[in-house]
């Protein structure tokens, strides 16, 4: 934890000052050659809007805000309602920089430190965002909470109700119940899937995924698991989706299906995946799929109802830490522990 100075917000941004902000596992890729320190992460910020810069006319200091994403609004994919494959997603969102100035963040000496991690570095007490990827929400909801919206419970929700497209009585297997997965469970029910497979290596995944909607779990080294699956529903199932990445897990994800069945992949891996032709020769397709496929500004609206009215508990995914335990807040989410650690800078902060 170290004190630096933040530019106040430029044309099209806004100062928040962060409620909460869960990790996903993204903010860990600075400790690998794919994004160099020095850099603020965190990118599943909320918060209350406490500065407007220039030009910002639909939001107001004091206005409760979910911090998603950065896209830029105008390329083909944008244009398209797909800000998750905005030409520029990876310069916006996993270098820290900000398009067309290096950074707004410095150290106690003055070095630059980066602090555009997903357009908004929120794992910190404030952040500045563009006003574009703030979703604004009602103030009577429980504010330090809803971060995870933006990323991770909006991917396993969006790859249901999106990409997949899951239909009333149709089946679904997920493989990892984390956020992801869990978030699947949660949105197949909402979209009225008759079979939800849960498969997962802890068993105590797999028993909040019964709560959260999943009529048939498995720990993931049931013999035949395969064919198990396969046999809850004559022919296979119509879709599956992994979220593990785990190159042998996405294989299970592709055999359990239908002749025509999809398997959406959203577990990010740098590992070959093992697919044989003949898996796929029954018309199968294997998707990939980033955020969901979400328009995060229409899509958590929809999530903030469904949870309002008991249908998509996510809060059942998440505990709170102090920021300042977010070693801790880690150690939790790595053993397993801890579904969707948030991390809650102090209250007193002016
Ligand atoms: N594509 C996207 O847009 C996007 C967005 C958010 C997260 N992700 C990625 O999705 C993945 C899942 O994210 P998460 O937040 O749910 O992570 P998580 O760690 O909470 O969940 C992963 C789950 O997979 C389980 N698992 C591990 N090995 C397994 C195996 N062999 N068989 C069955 N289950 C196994 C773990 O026990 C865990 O419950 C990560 O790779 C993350 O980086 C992708
Ligand atoms: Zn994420
Ligand atoms: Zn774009």
Same mark, same amino acid.
């Given at each position: 934890?170290?004190?630096? @100075?933040? /530019? ?13 902000? *869960? ?9 690998? !050659? ?47 309602? $797909?800000?998750? &494959? ?13 398009? *067309? ?23 910190? @007490? &404030? ?20 971060? !995870? ?14 990409? =997949? ?40 995944? =797999? ?13 993931? /080294? ?9 046999? =809850? ?5 119509? &879709? ?38 003949? $898996?796929?020769?029954? *018309? ?16 958590? !609206?929809? =999530? ?17 830490? !102090? ?28």
């Amino acid at each position: 934890m170290e004190d630096v @100075e933040i /530019d106040a917000p430029g044309p099209g941004q806004v100062l928040v000052r962060i409620a909460g902000v *869960g990790i996903c596992h993204s903010d860990f890729l600075p400790r690998t !050659p794919m994004a160099k320190p020095p850099i603020v992460t965190g990118h599943e910020g909320s918060g209350v809007v406490a500065a407007l810069g220039a030009g910002v006319t639909d939001l107001a200091i004091g206005d409760h805000v979910v911090l998603s994403f950065d896209s830029c609004g105008d390329c083909r994919n944008c244009l398209d309602a $797909q800000p998750a &494959y905005c030409t520029s997603f990876w310069p916006r969102n996993m270098s820290g920089f900000r398009p *067309g100035r290096p950074t707004n963040v410095r150290d106690a000496q003055g070095q630059p430190v980066k602090g555009n991690w997903f357009g908004q570095s929120s794992f910190a @007490e &404030y952040s500045v965002v563009a006003a574009r990827n703030a979703v604004k929400v009602d103030p009577s909801l429980p504010l330090e909470l809803l971060g !995870p919206l933006s990323c991770g419970v909006l991917t396993g929700a969006g790859s249901v109700f999106t990409s =997949l497209d899951v239909q009333a009585g149709s089946s679904l297997a997920v493989f990892g119940t984390g956020t992801v997965g869990l978030s699947a469970v949660m949105a197949a029910r909402v979209a009225g899937a008759a079979v939800i497979v849960a498969v997962d290596v802890n068993p105590d995944r =797999l028993r909040l995924a019964e709560k959260l909607g999943a009529t048939n779990t498995f720990v993931a /080294d049931t013999e035949d698991l395969v064919e198990v699956v396969k046999a =809850l529903v004559p022919g296979g199932l119509d &879709y599956s989706l992994d979220t593990t990445g785990v190159p042998a897990v996405v294989s299970n994800a592709i055999d359990v299906l239908r002749l025509r069945g999809v398997c959406g992949c959203v577990g990010v891996q740098l590992k070959p995946l093992l697919v044989r032709p003949d $898996q796929l020769a029954f *018309g199968r397709t294997i998707k990939g799929i980033l955020e969901g496929d979400s328009v995060p500004k229409l899509l958590i !609206p929809r =999530l903030l109802e469904l949870w309002r009215q008991g249908r998509f508990p996510f809060d059942q995914l998440i505990r709170t830490f !102090p920021l300042e335990q977010i070693n801790e807040a880690e150690r939790a989410m790595k053993s397993g522990a801890v579904v969707k650690p948030v991390l809650v800078p102090r209250k007193d902060v002016s």
